[in-house]
């Protein structure tokens, strides 16, 4: 029995983004006279693409360091995928959102995180990031300190805010 993966819509924009722009097999006289033109949309200037990034990358990191659940839920898509060290892949905002309240609950975190990459494709942004995390257990006090990297992928939502839809780290001392 053959399986088939869904492909997540970040994967498909890369796919997409690295088609040729046309493909054209017909003869010379079966074209049509009058083709129609595809005008793309431009690329964004790099100040563009650094105001796109300071904003994206501090409002995640700002839900993160909040602690708070509501503003965590608000900075990812419905459709996000983690990817989190030493855990199975999770698949949609509840089941993130599920990881989240319970790591909220039991500690307060603090991340650092310093893009080390960023591009804007469109309504897409890729991001690779090293980071530096200290979780404090709410019941112990004890801190647990960690450092790492990763690779975030945002989406430029209808409301037009940039949300992450994917979001993959690994712990550079083997997982917490």
């Not at 053959?2 to 796919?15: E, F, Q, S, T």
């Not at 900075?75 to 309240?101: E, L, N």
Request: a neutral charge.
């Amino acid at each position: 029995m053959v399986r088939y993966a869904l492909i997540h819509p970040a994967l498909m924009a890369l796919a997409i983004l690295a088609m040729p722009a046309t493909v054209d097999a017909a003869p010379p006289k079966a074209r049509p006279k009058a083709a129609a033109k595809t005008v793309a949309k431009p690329a964004p200037q790099p100040a563009d693409a650094q105001s796109i990034e300071a904003a994206t990358h501090d409002a995640y990191l700002a839900a993160i360091n909040s602690n708070d659940i509501a503003a965590f839920s608000d900075a990812v898509t419905d459709d996000a995928v983690f990817q989190y060290p030493g855990a199975p892949q999770m698949v949609g905002k509840k089941a993130i959102v599920a990881w989240a309240t319970t790591y909220f609950q039991l500690y307060t975190t603090r991340w650092e995180k310093v893009a080390t990459g960023f591009t804007v494709a469109g309504d897409w942004a890729f991001e690779h990031y090293t980071y530096k995390s200290l979780d404090t257990d709410k019941s112990t006090g004890t801190a647990s300190y960690d450092a790492g990297k990763g690779v975030a992928v945002f989406h430029h939502d209808k409301d037009g805010k940039w949300r992450v839809a994917i979001d993959g780290w690994s712990s550079d001392s083997g997982g917490k």
